[in-house]
């Protein structure tokens, strides 16, 4: 094994050649993680983080109560969509098309009747309402006068110090006082650019990116350079590398973890390589970690703040996607940025609201959020499985669909011939939500996509939507 780079990772490397060369095939059965352990003298934990990197690159599966199996790449290449391959420039490009699609979307969201598959949530009943409320009634007997005065700038420090402990579960040396809180990501994320950048600079994203980035970018003055990205393992660094080296890029934004709409998750290789990539241009790294936690395998995926050692990555989350969205708490670490950072938050009158955010660290202090994310993740994953397969089912042959490994999204690719954003209108009639995939670029591409979440249970309802969105695609390839 090569000692320079980290024992998991090396036993990863090993599998996956097997895998890739054809000595391990589809459906085989691996060692146990036990087992494995004991073959290669290396820990339960090793091989355990080994295997997800696998699964992260689309290599192996875990069956419940059963272990991992080998997958082919090119088997599931033929299945999920296309690799993106944007234009190799910077766009500064107006997004009205594309915010009056997302205005109708949200509004229909809102609308009784409605069946949303665009929600960029979980479902309410996924959530610990009742809990949630007592937490919030024990805040407000804890703050001083009931939650009625400012927090501190930098945020309420119960909760910051429940950030930094829940984050030593990725081995995290982070403490309370190098953290901010923020009122939800989104806000994290534009602190980090107004710090990080100055107007006419250019932000490099993934591709398919989600729409509030690039909202968010633009409106700050910023160009979009959109990265080539796999389904399955993310950007494309060696074409970062490249925009790298011509001094293209002041910053990179990107969701190495579950990315929206796609789900792809970079294996920790690639995280690693990422954050050296920072390292040796210097360049500012904001990962948006928001969906790090929705994890269908056994381990949380590493974040590229468990590889920083320059500060150079702002590491951005938020418990909107696995909490409460109503509370809007989230956070940032910004590393080397942090004095920057909180200067630009004090100027802005940045003081967050105490009481949810001590509302939060009452959640997380028992544990209790843990236990909440294992109920969370398998719902998840459950409906996941659900709905590719009705996909399957009812969707014309060729359809692509994304394999996520987490989070709440799947990217659908559909016959080049239809138009998704006419097919959403189409859907209207029925009271059906999607979101076309022309919203996630400022390119003309992504046309015949469509981003659904599987936020929702999976129910007769959800059957019945899906089957009448493959019953219009069908009509409209027969004419």
Known sequence: MNGSMPKYQQVARQLGDKLR???????????????????????????????????????????????????????RMDTVPHRSEPQAMAHQTSLSDQESVLRRRVRQQQEPGWLPLSLG??????????????????????????????????????????????????????TDEEII???????????????????????????????????????????????????????????????????????????????????CCMPATHKQRLVRLMERYQIPLIEDDLYGDLHFAPDRPLPCKAFDRQGLVLWCGSFSKTLAPGYRVGWVAPGRYYEALFQIKRYQGGFSPGLTQQAVANFLANDRYELHLRRLRQRLKGNCQRYQQTIRTYFPEGTRISEPQGGFTLWVEVDARINTLALADQLAVYKISILPGSVFSLQPQYGNCMRLSYGMPFNERVAWGLQTIGQLIHQQLAV
């Open 181 to 263: 809180t923020t009122e939800g990501c989104t806000a994290a994320l534009t602190l980090c650019l107004k710090t990080v950048t100055r107007p006419g600079d250019t932000v490099a994203v993934e591709s398919p990116v989600y729409f509030g980035i690039l909202q968010t970018i633009l409106s700050l003055g910023l160009k979009v350079l959109e990265l080539p990205t796999d389904p399955l393992t993310g950007v494309d660094l060696d074409v970062l590398e490249r925009h790298l080296q011509v001094g293209q890029v002041q910053a990179c934004l990107l969701v190495p973890s579950f990315s929206n709409p796609l789900g």
């Open 121 to 174: 949530v979980p479902a309410p009943e996924l959530l610990p309402v009742k809990k949630l409320s007592k937490a919030l009634q024990q805040a407000q007997r804890e703050l001083p006068h009931g939650g009625i005065e400012y927090e501190q700038m930098t945020g309420n420090q119960a909760l910051r110090r429940q950030i930094a402990r829940y984050a030593l579960f990725w081995g995290s040396q982070l």
């Open 21 to 75: 060369l054809g000595v391990l095939t589809e459906g085989d059965k691996l060692p146990s993680v036990r087992m494995l352990s004991q073959e290669l003298g290396v820990s339960i934990n090793t091989v355990q983080q080994a295997y997800y990197c696998l699964e992260a690159e689309g290599l192996v599966e875990a069956r419940p109560q059963s272990g991992y199996y080998a997958r082919t790449l090119i088997d």
